[in-house]
């Protein structure tokens, strides 16, 4: 898990933070299946569906800001207290 500590994000910048790292790492193993042979292939598999399961917590959050598209949504980490807000407002 990720968090950005007193850190304010809106929808754009949580898109590029989540999806980013997703997209880079599930390409650079699915372009690695074609070089590796055996039983490589299969770690590599593994890893793939690891990094695609312990993303889903992002594309849950994902999922809140476009059930919420009709607002402006901000994210904001509060580490020490062990809290995640999220303010919104509606789009004028």
């Known amino acids: 898990m990720a968090l950005a ?3 304010v994000a809106d929808k754009t910048e949580f898109w590029i933070v989540a999806l980013g790292p997703f997209v880079v790492i599930t390409i650079m193993l699915s372009l690695a299946l ?3 042979e055996g039983s490589w292939s ?4 593994g890893t793939l569906i ?4 312990a993303s889903s ?3 849950g959050i994902l999922s809140y800001f476009y059930f919420h ?4 949504i901000n994210t ?14 509606l789009k004028s």
């Open 76 to 89: 904001y980490d509060d580490v020490g207290n062990k809290i995640s807000y999220f303010y919104g407002k």
């Open 69 to 72: 598209k009709a607002k402006e």
């Open 57 to 59: 917590g992002d594309f």
């Open 34 to 36: 074609f070089w590796v």
């Open 42 to 45: 299969f770690t590599i598999l």
């Open 5 to 7: 500590h007193q850190f």
């Open 50 to 53: 690891m990094q695609t399961a």
